[in-house]
């Protein structure tokens, strides 16, 4: 892989200074900079997009959040299907950690003055989606959760910086000192001893995404170039359902898991419900079970897309309404309708490697959200477990950062390394046709190869998200190549079989090359 090269060096137009930045408005984020904040930290909160450029912005279904017993749940059972759905590759205390945690959480979400929907009876109105044995999810709005969560977070967080992007974490002689910026004013620096990277995911690697345009993998760019290690990046959660179009690119509407949790079922072109023998949970397994239950259809009928038959449920437009505006301006009344859906890219369950604190392996490097990999998510995340994390680990990341106030925070020459950039619709198409939902060596190697030959460019602030895409498409595909097994969201077509259960860990060696360790124990053996 090409190596970072060279460094012109940005003139400084501005400065601040902080004992945390942190990088990204979304759940994570925010909730690590109000913990901060209340622990008297002084914050500064970057973001490049506006408060509604977030995917948390856009979650639908909801909450995971473990009931009592009296409503049939437990913490032990939210953890199984946790782990069942993530294939072996879960780190259970992690995912007992960060479950235990998630009725405080939304009790600090509730405080803040987030409202979620409730029964008859008063209580909290919860619904089930892929993966989930009961019905544990919470939910705002019907299915609008994520702009609730955004709305009462951004309420009590106001001071972020919108329209900064990070384009460099500064270290060093190992430790954190601070972050190169970019916003109007032009490039600046924010001296800090304490980083935290909460910076989403990387749909737009892939043509069809359900993210925002923010969804640049910035943040995996960010930690590889700091230092940090990142793991499991080949497990790219492709959503089933999502609203399909002819044609259509870009970001696409979700039709909720929730909507199958409510009584909805997928059928082929001509009527026939091929999802229901895959999976003991049928219709309801989880996302990837179903989600190459669809791509395998797509094949073997010709079609590029199949159906959801959701005119059972009553109140649809009242229990869905985001799923009906989408529906409807695409010219689809879901009482009425079919819903024609195919998979898009959705989740990345991989990112950089950090505790249940966010701590990562560089001191005062944190991160939180979609951008870390805690061990919550293995090879395959639960529903409506994304959330949950970036409040828990988020909150935890600001109490973490603590730990790092008053220390030297002085940031010398600070310079901006060349590197590999492909333009962002050749990386997309390269991706979405050799990198989707079933792979295999030949098309891996295809994208490797492609990638190997991309141009280095200076770096400036207009290359710098297509660098960071580039970046995490080379960690992607080399993760993907060795990993010669299917496990959760990778399936080999050429490799079916699993070996025993490990993660992929990737870094930067002193060269600047991307590296990856482990690759001898990826190889498969026994049936997934
Ligand atoms: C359509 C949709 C529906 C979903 N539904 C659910 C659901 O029901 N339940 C659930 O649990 N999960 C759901 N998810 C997943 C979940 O919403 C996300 O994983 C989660 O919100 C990510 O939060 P985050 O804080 O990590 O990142 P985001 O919310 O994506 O925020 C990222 C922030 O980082 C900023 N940023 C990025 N790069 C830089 C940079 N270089 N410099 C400065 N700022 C930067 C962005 O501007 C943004 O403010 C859904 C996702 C989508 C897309
Ligand atoms: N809740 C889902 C999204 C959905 O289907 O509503 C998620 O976790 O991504």
């Known amino acids: 892989m090409t190596p970072s090269v060279g460094g012109a060096e940005p003139s400084i137009g501005w400065e601040a200074s902080a004992d945390l930045v942190v990088v990204g408005g979304g759940v994570a984020g925010l909730s690590a900079a109000i913990s901060a904040t209340r622990r008297g930290l002084r914050v500064v909160t970057l973001a490049k ?13 909801g909450i995971a959040v473990p009931g009592t017993a009296a409503e049939g749940d437990s913490v ?21 950690s960060i479950v235990e945690a998630g009725p405080a959480a939304l009790s ?51 001071s972020v910086l919108h329209g900064t992007s990070v384009i460099r974490v500064l270290v060093d002689r190992g430790d954190v000192v ?92 001509t009527g026939i419900r091929f999802v229901a023998d895959s999976h003991p949970l049928g219709d309801l397994a989880p996302r990837d079970v179903v989600s190459r239950a669809i791509a395998e259809r797509m094949r073997l009928t010709g079609s590029d897309h199949v159906m959801l038959d959701a005119r059972a449920i009553r109140h649809f437009h ?33 990112g950089v490697a950090t505790d249940v604190w966010g701590r990562t392996s560089v001191p005062g490097l944190f ?27 988020g909150e935890r990341a600001g109490i973490a950062a603590a730990e790092r106030r008053g220390r030297r925070a002085e940031i010398g020459d600070v310079s901006l390394p060349s590197t590999a950039s492909m333009p962002r619709a050749t990386l997309q198409a390269l991706m979405t046709e050799n990198a989707g939902v079933v792979r295999d060596a030949e098309g891996l190697e295809t994208v490797v190869r492609a990638l190997d030959g991309a141009r280095a460019v200076e770096m400036h602030e207009k290359v710098w998200e297509d660098a960071a895409l ?10 993907a190549s060795a990993r010669e097994e299917s496990r959760g969201c990778h ?37 997934q």
């Open 49 to 61: 997009g506006d408060a509604s450029g977030t995917s948390t912005q856009y979650a639908q279904g």
């Open 491 to 527: 399936t080999r077509r050429d490799c079916p079989d699993m070996s025993s259960a490990r993660s992929s860990r990737v870094r930067r060696d002193e060269a600047g090359d991307i590296e990856i360790r482990g690759v001898e124990e990826l190889t498969g053996v026994g049936r």
């Open 318 to 350: 009242t229990r869905f309404p985001t799923v009906t505006a989408s529906c409807l301006a695409a010219g689809i009344d879901p009482l009425d309708d079919l819903i024609p859906i195919a998979p898009a890219a959705h989740y990345s369950c991989g």
């Open 178 to 269: 601070g972050v190169l910026a970019h916003s109007a004013a032009g490039y600046g620096v924010v001296h800090a001893p304490a980083v935290l990277l909460a910076t989403g995911g990387l749909g737009q690697l892939f043509s069809c995404s359900t993210n925002p345009p923010e969804a640049t993998a910035d943040g995996i760019a960010l930690a590889l170039d700091a230092g940090a290690e990142i793991m499991d990046l080949e497990f790219v959660q492709f959503h089933p359902t999502v609203l399909f179009a002819p044609g259509s690119t870009g970001r696409r509407p979700l039709v909720s898991e929730a909507v199958r949790g409510e009584g909805a079922h997928l059928v082929d072109l």
């Open 367 to 393: 991160a939180a959200g979609e951008v870390a990999r805690t061990g919550l998510h293995g090879a395959n995340r639960l529903a409506s477990n994304s959330l949950l994390e970036g409040l828990v680990v």
């Open 470 to 479: 580039t970046t995490a498409a080379s960690v992607l595909a080399l993760a």
């Open 76 to 96: 032990d059972s939210h953890v199984h299907d946790t782990c069942e759905a993530g294939v072996g590759l879960c780190d259970e205390d992690a995912v007992r």
């Open 108 to 158: 600090m979400l509730e405080s803040l003055g987030a409202v979620f929907d409730r029964g008859v009876d008063g209580a909290r109105a919860r619904t089930r989606e892929g993966g989930h044995r009961v019905r544990r999810i919470v939910h705002a709005g019907g299915d609008a959760t994520g702009a609730e969560v955004q709305r009462a977070l951004s309420d009590s967080m106001p």
